[in-house]
């Protein structure tokens, strides 16, 4: 492991929880600093985004990024859960009046940005308590519809009652709720029976390890440098000074040492920057009153040099 940590995508199987996970890498590595940036549940299997070692402080920067999956929902049977774990709790056989077209016209309308209700048996917490344990215990869980964008939804595959999607979604979309709702608008029900999650922001599946991989001692790993973990963040580059500055929780200009402004989007009130010196990452910063505060420093002033005297850390 790099002695300033990384971020480890590991390709998840099928059956362990993304906690068991945790768990694995961190006797495999010999470390307790471990954390996965976005659950997977059992059923699926693909890209799951560990930080490990010092870079587990970025694991709040990677959480709300897209995610891209393939999944196969099958018609005509739901579960409470809307996948092939759960118990069946309804069967019909209205799939067998449809055809592909009618179903690739239900597909494409599932692109846009929609109020989604999460599943009962899910991890959305209820005033501070997983949804799915209130439920186990026979409590009546209705929970609140949140705003989710399906980027793309493309068919990949017809074979009643199978239906093979490749989606593109916003971050916190349940895919079970998609197979639920794909199945209600043409007319019968549904639920997943299989979900391989193929991204998370940039990182693919063919950037992932296997698990074996990660339990082999000393074996290689292809190991994601923080910089480029929160490559979808603005950079700015920043000289010594500006190094020792941001280790006293100092603000920097948003413009460069050249004057240049900083592009950091339209949104400034709210944008993040990566702050980087010599090809590493020193920072996460926010803008500010037109001014950069340090949010996380992953430098000390010793490893930058001595800063100006009676300066004092931003809080």
């Known amino acids: 492991m790099p002695a300033t940590g990384g971020v480890l995508a590991v390709d998840k199987p099928v059956g362990p929880t993304s906690h068991d996970v945790v768990a694995r890498v961190r006797r495999a590595l010999d470390t307790r600093r471990v954390g996965h940036t976005g659950t997977l549940d059992p059923l699926a299997s693909g890209v799951l985004l560990l930080c490990v070692g010092p870079a ?63 599943p009962a048996l899910s991890a959305k917490k209820v005033d501070g308590e997983p949804a799915h344990r209130r439920v186990r215990r026979g409590e009546d869980v209705r929970l609140d ?8 939804a493309d068919l990949l595959d017809v074979t009643l009652p199978d239906v093979t999607l490749a989606l593109h979604v916003s971050s916190g979309t349940f895919v079970r709720a998609i197979a639920r709702d794909l199945a209600a608008g043409l007319g019968t029900t549904g639920h997943l029976t299989a979900l391989r999650r193929t991204a998370v922001g940039d990182v ?42 941001l ?12 004057g240049s402004p900083l592009d950091v989007g339209p949104d400034a009130a709210t944008t993040l920057v990566r702050i980087a010196l ?15 505060r340090p949010r996380k420093v992953f430098v000390t002033p010793e490893e930058v040099g001595e800063g100006p005297r009676g300066t004092r850390s931003v809080p």
């Open 145 to 152: 519809a949140v705003s989710v964008t399906i980027h793309a």
């Open 204 to 245: 693919r599946l063919e950037d992932a390890v296997s698990m074996e991989a990660v339990e082999v001692a000393d074996a290689p790993l292809r190991w994601i440098d923080p910089l480029d973990a929160v490559a979808h963040l603005p950079l700015r580059v920043v000289d010594g000074e500006g190094a020792r500055r």
């Open 56 to 118: 587990t402080r970025l694991s709040q920067f990677l959480v709300g990024r897209d995610k891209r999956y393939r999944t196969t929902i099958r018609l005509g049977v739901e579960t409470d859960s809307f996948d092939a774990e759960g118990e069946v709790v309804a069967t019909d056989d209205r799939w067998r009046t449809l055809d592909e077209a009618r179903v690739r016209d239900a597909v494409s309308g599932l692109v846009g940005t929609h109020d989604q209700v999460p």
């Open 278 to 292: 010599d090809g590493a990452l020193v920072a996460i910063a926010e803008v500010e009153e037109q001014a950069l």
């Open 247 to 258: 280790a006293f929780g100092q603000r920097l200009p948003v413009t460069d040492t050249s």
